[in-house]
């Protein structure tokens, strides 16, 4: 049994203040995805120490950042998506930090390739136009790459806050936000092509019945958590090799709001594997 979770950690400081380190020895976890590391690369190796890391920091200070983390060893290491974008583009600061894949030995001497993603959230704002187009430009980009990854015959994993409610039953307030960065039908069209032309199975949904939920993410702010008004962002992504090695997919939901070691819960599935 292979067992991964993806968290979008808010911040690797905050989460291990909260006892993120209790969660983790908890659910003894053999591969974690993170998002919003938001640390430089020696203080997230001193909190994962024992695991074979990797780590793509963002270029601006305190944004993004994603990493693998396995208990098993890592064979190659992947970061960005520049090639993916025009000829001898570089990747533009914003986008650094949010997409790092991983090829992991098991024990068996088989491979499965991990993806930590954190996609841009965007904003519908007045005056915050251009990070759409950002996001739409990044979404470009991660279509491209798992396309790719989609067609390979050994099992490939894409994980994280994707920052995308897919359908009306991935957000509890679906009417109020329907011009909401997150739910924009553009958006929401991209993930309609992953799980579709593109063949990876989110098994967060094929897991987690008919919804509405189960959520991943609630505000901070007021009641959202105790009521449950969330949304579903954070997902895994299987291709076809992985997807029916899927046992189960289950949210871990903190018992309470005090518990909470991030506004996201993780996302965590056992395979098969």
Do not use: C
């Not at 993806?6 to 989460?15: D, E, F, H, L, S």
């Not at 739409?136 to 994993?157: F, Q, S």
């Not at 993930?191 to 990876?200: C, F, Q």
């Amino acid at each position: 049994m292979l067992i991964v979770a993806t968290a979008n950690v808010n911040g690797i400081r905050a989460a291990f203040r909260r006892r993120m380190d209790a969660w983790i020895a908890d659910r003894t976890p053999d591969v974690l995805l993170l998002q919003e590391v938001r640390a430089p690369d020696e203080l997230v190796r001193e909190y994962l120490d024992g695991w074979h890391v990797a780590h793509e920091p963002s270029e601006l200070k305190g944004r993004a950042g994603v990493a693998v983390a396995s208990r098993f060893p890592l064979r190659e290491v992947r970061t960005g998506l520049a090639q993916h974008g025009p000829a001898g583009e570089q990747e533009p600061p914003v986008d650094t930090g949010r997409w790092i894949e991983a090829d992991v030995v098991l024990p068996d001497g088989g491979l499965v390739t991990v993806v930590s993603a954190y996609l841009h959230s965007g904003s519908t704002n007045p005056g915050q136009e251009h990070t759409m187009a950002a996001k739409y430009a990044h979404l470009d980009k991660v279509t491209a790459r798992l396309a790719e990854l989609g067609e390979a015959a050994h099992p490939v994993l894409t994980a994280g806050d994707l920052n995308i409610a897919h359908r009306e039953v991935d957000i509890a307030n679906w009417k109020g936000n329907l011009k909401s960065a997150g739910f924009l039908p553009d958006e929401r069209a991209y993930v309609d092509r992953w799980t579709g032309e593109l063949g990876w199975t989110d098994l967060g949904r094929a897991h987690g019945g008919d919804g509405p939920g189960p959520f991943t993410w609630w505000t901070w702010r007021g009641k959202a958590y105790e009521n449950d008004r969330g949304w579903r962002i954070d997902y895994q992504l299987a291709n076809a090799a992985l997807a029916e090695r899927a046992l189960k997919v289950e949210v871990d939901r903190a018992p309470s709001y005090e518990e909470r070691w991030s506004d996201h819960a993780a996302v965590v599935a056992t395979y098969d594997l």
